[in-house]
């Protein structure tokens, strides 16, 4: 069974610190492009990093360029995602999911995977 599980959300001020953590039960990371994907209130799913199985090259959305960065621990088979600099823009929900390439520009979840939980980011004063 594929189950994606995200962890570390929280409460965190402008300008803080946080970091993601994401066990990708049913599926192995190195093999798989891995993504951190978020949905704000009132808004749509939206494209945030990945990190491919091939090569473990990065690209990010151009919100979180700079700001944000994802890796991954092929032994512990977990995604994580580092987010500094925070904004109120970046309050979601953070969900990790396998995605597919339209370019490198363009990516978008696996769909035959299913939607985890997700992990709540609130960014506040």
């Known amino acids: 069974q594929v189950q994606m599980v995200e962890s570390g959300g929280g409460l965190v001020q402008p300008g803080g610190s946080l970091t993601l953590s994401c066990a990708a039960a049913?599926?192995?990371?190195?093999?798989?492009?891995m993504a951190w994907f978020r949905q704000a209130p009132g808004k749509e799913r939206e494209f945030v990093a990945v990190v491919t199985w091939s090569g473990g090259n990065t690209y990010y959305a151009d919100s979180v360029k700079g700001r944000f960065t994802i890796s991954r621990d092929n032994a512990k088979n977990t995604v994580y995602l580092q987010m500094n600099s925070l904004k109120p823009e970046d309050m979601a929900v953070y969900y990790c999911?396998?995605?597919?390439?339209?370019?490198?520009?363009?990516?978008?979840?696996?769909?035959?995977?299913?939607w985890g939980q997700g992990t709540q980011v609130t960014v506040s004063s």
């Open positions: 999911k396998t995605a597919l390439r339209r370019d490198n520009n363009n990516w978008y979840d696996n769909p035959y995977d299913a």
């Open positions: 049913g599926r192995t990371v190195s093999r798989n492009n």
